[in-house]
Each structure stands twice: as C-alpha cells, then as structure tokens.
C-alpha cells in the first residue's frame, strides 16, 4: 500500500475516517453463506414489494420466490446436478432474475452470455465452460443452432421476448416481434423447450435446498477478450457477498431499505448491473426497472417518465445519450438520489451537464470483472464531480506500482493491484493466466493511476491503450476529455498511430454535433488545452464510434482499422 501517511491514517484505511465514520473499514465476508442467503431473507422481509419491473409488467418479490423456486426444482429434475454450468442469454427481461435465482438456488454456477455474441464467440464459451443447459430468447436461438453439436449443451431452454407479459399482451408482443418485424431468424434446436414449460414443470416438483458455501463457484463471468481469447473468471458466493457487504455498508446511509427505485439500463449478464442493480436492489428489497432495449433512446426516457426513479446506474455514453435525448431535461428527478456511472470513464463535461440538468453529481466508481467487480467508489455524499473513482471499499486494499513491482511516491501514477476478499478465485482452466494476474494476493489491474493525499483515487489510462510519443506517455483519457469540451463534439476517442519520426503520433476520432466542426478547429482547440506532444496531429470523423455491449467505446477496433 502507499506507505504515505494521510490526514487520517494509511491511504488504504483512511475510509472510516476521511469519509464517514458510519462506513467500517472492515466488513465480514462470510456475514451470509451465500447469495442464496442472502435472497430468502429479502424474501421474507420484503415479500409484497415489486421486484422487478419490464415493459409495463410487475412481480413481486414473493413472485419472484415462486419463480425461481420452480425453475430450481426443474433443474434439480433434469438429470444436472449442483456444480454443473447454466448459460443465461438474454438481454433485460424478467425472465432473467427468475432464471438467475433459479440456477443459483439450485446450487449450480450461472454463466453469463452476450446475446449478440457470434457463433464462434458463442461456441468458445459454453465450451470454455462445459455448460449443460442454457436458457435462451429465442431472438438468438440461431445462433445456438450452428454451435451447439460442437458443445457440451444438453438441454435448451427457448423463452420469448414477451413470455412474463400478461396473457393478451404476451401474445401480441410475441407475434408482432416474431411475423411483423420478423426479429426472430429461423433456427434449429431439436429438443428444445419451453422456458415457461419448465416453470410449470417445477411447479409440480419438489425442491430441495442444497447445501451452497462461499466457497462453491456462483458465476462464470467471461472477460470481453481485448488480449486474447475470453477468460471465465470465476467468481464464488463470498466473492459476491464480501462485493455486496463492501458496497452495501457505504450505500446503507443514503439508501432506505424496500423504499428505493432502482434503473437498470445496462444489461444484466454485464458483472455491472448484474452486482450493483440486480443483486444490490434484491437485498435492499427494492424494485428495478428493466429497459430492454436502451439504445432507444426516446423510448428510454418515455419509460423513465412513468416511474419515480431514486437510483440510476450507467456507463459515461448513456448518461451522455440521455442528456441529448429531447424530454430527459423535462423528467422529475425530485426524488433522484444516486446516479453511478462505471464500467468506463466518465467524462467532466458528461458529468457536469448532468449535475446541471438533474441537480445530481453523478458518482464515478471503479471495478473490474475479477474483483466482482466493485473495488473503489466515490462518497454518496459528494458535492461536486471530482474526476476521481473514489476511495477502495471496506477491506479492500490498493497500491501504485511502477514497470519494477516497485510501489511509487503519492501523486506519482503506477499500476494499480488490489486485495480483498471479493477477488476472484481466477480463470476457469488458466493456472498459467491466473498467476500472471494474481502474484500473492494482488490482482493486477492493468490500469495507470495516481492518488492524491485525500485518499482520492483517479485512473490515467489503460496500459495497453497508452501512446507513446517520442518517449513520453500519452494517455487518451485525457485527450478525450479536453475534445469533449468542444461544443460540437458529441463523443470522441483517441488512438495512437506509427509514426517514424516520434514513434507514435496521436489520432482522434471524433463524432460532431455540427457539420462544420473542421480537422483544424478540434485541433486548435485541443492546442488551448494541451502541451504540444498529446495534442492530436489528425481528426477523422465519423458517425458513430464503436462500442461494446454495455458502451465502452473500443479504441482496439479503431486501431485495428
């Protein structure tokens, strides 16, 4: 850990101090033997509360105990048994939590799948992760149909996009997706069932609670692959309840317990909303608001304007896309209490046009899949935006080390290692992989950052993103955030380009509000801000950056071009 000495202790404990003196600095991971604990009890304390919410459709937290009790007695009957692998693929849907809760309920490990993966994506994981059983909308279910004979798979579970609705409005959902906008490609699964067969199927059958310990495996959370093929991190039932204690602890003293109303735009099978929404809003006894497809964007806001919201979560393009989306100024954000952004970095303009139009500071935090994910979060309390990711949670440890492993001066920037219990046991079949990450208990992040003598963390840049021009290191971050300060640029993303002369030179694409924002003018104003080597030698505009599922932009595929 940084060895300097803080106005209240040694950065990595200066929590309780600095912050707030309700937040331990210790919390007890094994408070609860496993996220199944955790879910009966919010299930007996908040039995008649709504807990979750998608398309116009409601159910309950005792409806959702039915559910997933039903769908854990038909897999206990299917021939699987505790241990064994079930692939969710899915975007927001209540199908989700039912079939989550389900699985996990009956001792089995959850696996997370993107339901725009290709098939060879798609192929690698349920391989990577001998999976035995998916439960799939059947929008995908093409997909599936060309991999599945070169898998473990051996029972499919199709459900519809509308399959939760009630019943006149689950027919017509169903039919104008699958015959007017043809949403669904043909496939072949012979074998195939019913997701909603399944839960009548468990309804008759009994179900018997098996013994789960924090050490049993809850999820198989695969890494998106930037540096090669995609990694199953593998994530235990302490793993997640130490992640939810650590955040809980800080969030219990803005939140009211089975009163809040929680946004869930990204998706589900990301670890982000999967721990901070999903989970965290379960054991708070609140309910979530599912958006389906968030990338429409008015139909978005429409959604938002129905319901009185309390708790927002994002990524810096979302909250960026409502703040251009016409409507979202006009919301009532009265009750707002919480907007967390994470899962890139979030923007000062972005963050100030924000606090600006909901009167809200949107929060950063930092977490990262094989840390489940949560590792620093700013103060709910917060007055302004700061630029910062925070301070760690409880019983979460941090230090900056330089090219050596050696810890570096405060204010100087290293690579960030983390310990704490909520670090993953580590890759699924990569002994090799997992101790490259994991040298004694530290988890190398591969991400550059400084600490400032409060306690504040702020993240440089990616280590793999970083341009080097003519010796010196250039983050993009930085480049980013001072072309976003330009009134006619809705987002932008730096690249470095070989270059002979000074190695590198730095490239930026932009995306513009107006037509006539030229190569000269972004540059000219990236001039005013910057010194002269990180100041970009070449704009190219385009009309839309690339993005990953839940938007981080991808500057590797702007590289790869």
Same mark, same amino acid.
């Given at each position: ?217 809850? +999820? ?8 090669? &093929? !995609?990694? @199953? ?7 997640? /309840? =130490? ?84 409507? +979202? ?8 209490? &919480? !907007?967390? @952004? ?7 303009? /972005? =963050? ?210």
């Amino acid at each position: 850990m940084l060895k300097e000495q803080l106005p209240g202790g040694t950065v990595e404990k200066i929590w309780l101090k600095h912050y707030d003196p309700k937040v331990p600095v210790e919390i007890d991971p094994d408070r609860y033997s496993s996220i199944v604990d955790i879910f009966e009890q919010s299930i007996e304390k908040y039995s008649d509360n709504v807990s979750y919410i998608n398309m116009g459709k409601s159910i309950t937290f005792a409806q959702l105990d039915r559910l997933s009790r039903d769908f854990a007695a038909y897999l206990q009957h299917s021939g699987l048994k505790k241990g064994d692998s079930v692939a969710i693929m899915m975007p927001n849907l209540i199908q989700y939590p039912v079939a989550l809760f389900g699985v996990l309920r009956a001792g089995m490990t959850v696996v997370n799948v993107n339901p725009l993966y290709t098939a060879r994506e798609l192929q690698h994981q349920l391989s990577d992760s001998n999976t035995k059983a998916i439960v799939i909308v059947e929008n995908f279910a093409s997909t599936l149909s060309e991999v599945i004979k070169n898998t473990a798979v051996e029972k499919v579970l199709l459900t519809s996009i509308g399959d939760m609705l009630s019943p006149l409005k689950r027919v017509a959902t169903n039919f104008v997706i699958k015959h007017v906008k043809k949403m669904v490609p043909s496939f072949d699964l012979p074998g195939a069932e019913k997701f909603n067969e399944a839960l009548k199927q468990g309804h008759k059958q009994t179900y018997q609670r098996p013994n789960i310990n924090g050490d049993d495996l809850a +999820f198989l959370q695969y890494t998106g692959g930037t540096t090669g &093929v !995609s990694k @199953g991190a593998m994530l235990t039932h302490r793993n997640i /309840v =130490a992640n939810l204690e650590q955040t809980s602890n800080i969030l219990e003293n803005v939140i009211d317990l089975g009163q809040e109303f929680a946004v869930t735009a990204l998706p589900l099978y990301h670890i982000f909303a999967l721990q901070s929404n999903c989970l965290t809003f379960v054991k708070f006894g609140c309910p979530n608001l599912l958006i389906t497809n968030p990338k429409d964007m008015p139909g978005f806001v429409a959604e938002l304007a129905k319901y009185p919201f309390t708790v927002i979560t994002g990524v810096n393009t979302l909250f960026n896309g409502l703040l251009n989306t016409p409507g +979202f100024a006009d919301l009532d954000f009265s009750r707002l209490k &919480v !907007s967390l @952004g994470g899962g890139a970095a979030v923007q000062k303009s /972005v =963050a100030e046009r924000w606090h600006q139009t909901t009167g809200k500071v949107l929060l950063e935090g930092y977490g990262l899949t094989e840390c489940s994910p949560v590792v620093t979060v700013n103060p709910p309390h917060l007055e302004a935006y700061k630029g910062s990711i925070g301070m760690p949670v409880p019983s979460t440890d941090i230090k900056l080390v330089d090219e050596e492993g050696k810890e570096v001066a405060m204010g100087e920037a290293g690579e960030m290692l983390v310990k704490g219990p909520q670090v993953m046991k580590g890759y699924l079949n990569r002994p090799e992989a997992t101790e490259e990450m994991i040298v004694d208990g530290w988890l190398a992040t591969g991400d550059i950052a400084t600490c400032d003598p409060q306690g504040y963390f702020y993240i440089v840049d990616r280590k793999k993103d970083m341009i080097l021009v003519s010796g010196f290191n250039v983050f993009p971050n930085e480049i980013e955030e001072v072309a976003a300060l330009h009134s006619d640029v809705i987002e932008a993303a730096a690249i470095g380009e070989s270059h002979d002369v000074s190695g590198e030179i730095v490239k930026l694409v932009a995306v513009r509000r107006n037509d006539e924002l030229s190569e000269k003018d972004l540059i000219d104003h990236c001039r005013q801000h910057l010194t002269g080597y990180k100041v970009p030698k070449k704009v190219e505009f385009i009309d839309e950056l690339p993005k990953s599922n839940v938007g981080k932009i991808l500057r590797r595929e702007l590289r790869d071009k």
